[in-house]
């Protein structure tokens, strides 16, 4: 392929096509407001039939990146007015260089910290003694046989556990967008490991769920803050990476 659009783990064709783009734009070769090449050009340009180019197009289109406008026009909009943090995961591997810094790292730590604390307070509201014991074998499943992506559902099965406790529509909701995320990297091999080593893991949790199921909010606060502090540099190890999709 003449754009050298690296293999990707299970990112189809017009998926790795709609990602050499996002980064074209986001990275300033096709500014707002731009025409692109015609479909027939594009499609030269990367050696892939016009469906496929089509199906990539329709992607960017869905996301807000660009205007198929009649008569097949394509123009580039201005993403920061339309895009969400959907395409994240894309960008993160397109062009990390351009995403990941201190600043992206801390706002990315702050918001998923927050979110967590307000999950399980939601859930201290709630939660029953008799909530603990399910926690627990949820929790108990994590061992060091399994796999990063087992690993990984099984941590959103326990959060979902707790969602279901707190039940709070709103926050459920948020952490559905999240998940979201956190798939889309595991499936780009983003994320690499785990967030904490095993044994810190189930310390970690172990105090929260017991907090969590004893209704004790202050201590749930307390965990959250200081467990926050290594956050940052889980984001860094988890997000940093080699491989790129090369335009």
Known sequence: MSVGVATIRRIS?????????????????YKPGDKLPSERELADKF???????????????????????QGRNIVVNDFRTIVGVEVLPDLFFACPGALIGKQILETIAENTSRLGEQILLA?????????????????????EELGLEEFFENDF????????????????????????????????????????????YHEINR????????????????????????????????LTTKRKVRS
């Open 157 to 200: 099965k326990l959060a979902h556990e707790v969602l279901r406790i707190g039940d709070n529509l709103i926050l459920q909701m948020a952490y559905n967008s999240q998940m979201k995320l956190s798939r889309k990297l595991l499936a780009l091999g983003v994320v690499k490991d785990r967030p904490y080593p095993l044994p810190q």
């Open 207 to 238: 105090s929260l769920i017991k907090a969590v199921c004893a209704g004790d909010e202050e201590l749930v606060k307390s965990l959250s803050r200081k467990y926050r502090e290594g956050l940052e540099e889980v984001f860094k190890r988890s």
């Open 13 to 29: 064709l017009p998926d790795q096509i709609a990602m050499v783009m996002r980064k074209k734009i986001f990275t300033g070769v």
């Open 47 to 69: 050696e892939i039939a016009r469906l496929t180019l089509r199906k990539a197009l329709g992607l960017l289109a869905q996301e807000g990146w660009i205007e198929i406008a």
């Open 123 to 143: 859930a201290a509201q709630k939660a029953k003694p008799s909530d603990e014991k399910r926690l627990l074998e949820l929790l108990a499943v994590q061992t």
